[in-house]
């Protein structure tokens, strides 16, 4: 499968094996908004990414794959470790559910570099691989 992103939500409905209004009931949203996310009319709000992903995240992990924790797979130093609240609560393959990016990209910051960076982690991008 092609890397994707977030946005990319035709990707995602397609690796669920879900039709555009089962997709829309199961992120909360009308079929005619998916419609207009997946044709790119609308942009893709981030509460409907993140719901995304986690869809995806847990239909990957449905298939009994765990990810390297993210600490360990982005080889963070100590200080910069213990200081995160992923590594706080024990949440390695929810990295990108807490803060949304990864923490060494410094592009992150827009919303180009933040789907750009999700997919490129090699955490949450094997998860596209599948």
Not at 36 to 61: C, D, H, I, N, T
Not at 103 to 128: I, L, M, N
């Amino acid at each position: 499968m092609p890397a994707g992103s977030f946005t990319d939500l035709r990707m995602i409905r397609d690796t669920l094996d879900k039709s555009q209004s089962e997709f829309a009931r199961l992120l909360g949203v009308s079929t005619r908004a998916v419609q207009s996310y997946e044709q790119g009319w609308r942009p893709v709000p981030p509460y409907v990414q993140k719901l995304a992903g986690m869809l995806l995240f847990l239909s990957w992990r449905k298939e009994g794959n765990r990810p390297t924790p993210c600490w360990k797979a982005r080889n963070c130093p100590p200080d910069q470790r213990d200081a995160c609240p992923t590594y706080e609560f024990g949440a390695g393959d929810l990295c990108w559910l807490l803060h949304g990016t990864p923490c060494k990209d410094p592009d992150s910051g827009t919303r180009t570099g933040q789907h750009t960076a999700c997919v490129s982690c090699p955490v949450v991008g094997q998860w596209f691989h599948a």
